[in-house]
């Protein structure tokens, strides 16, 4: 079975960026469909970004487009989200997923999980 790990969380002030990694092994994730989550202390689950198989469909979250960009390397089988402008809203734990599809920012669209990378904005 696959595994996902997430790295690349930390704390920084607002208007940081960070580098979100989430390495895929076990498996060949070169044909799922990916996406970043993040879930907030006593919030909801909420779909931040998804990429496509091939990397030519994206999409965002209306709270973190312009700021955050989503990308893969499927010779590496990793994914990335780098975000930029961080505000303290974005503060969350993290979490890649992997499904056969679609696009979307659907939770319950995506099979395999990993553990979660904290990220922290402070004002």
């Known amino acids: 079975q696959g595994q996902l790990v997430e790295s690349g969380g930390g704390s920084v002030q607002a208007g940081g960026s960070l580098r979100l990694s989430c390495v895929a092994s076990g498996d060949t994730y070169s044909s799922y469909y990916m996406a970043w989550f993040r879930q907030a202390p006593g919030k909801a689950r909420e779909g931040v970004a998804g990429?496509?198989?091939?990397?030519?469909?994206?999409v965002y979250a209306s709270s973190v487009k312009g700021r955050f960009t989503i990308s893969r390397d499927n010779a590496k089988n990793t994914l990335y989200l780098q975000m930029n402008s961080l505000e303290p809203l974005d503060t969350a734990m993290y979490y890649c997923a992997a499904g056969s599809g679609p696009c979307t920012l659907s939770g319950g669209m995506y099979t395999y999980w990993g553990q979660g990378t904290q990220v922290t904005v402070s004002s």
């Open positions: 990429i496509a198989s091939d990397s030519i469909t994206s």
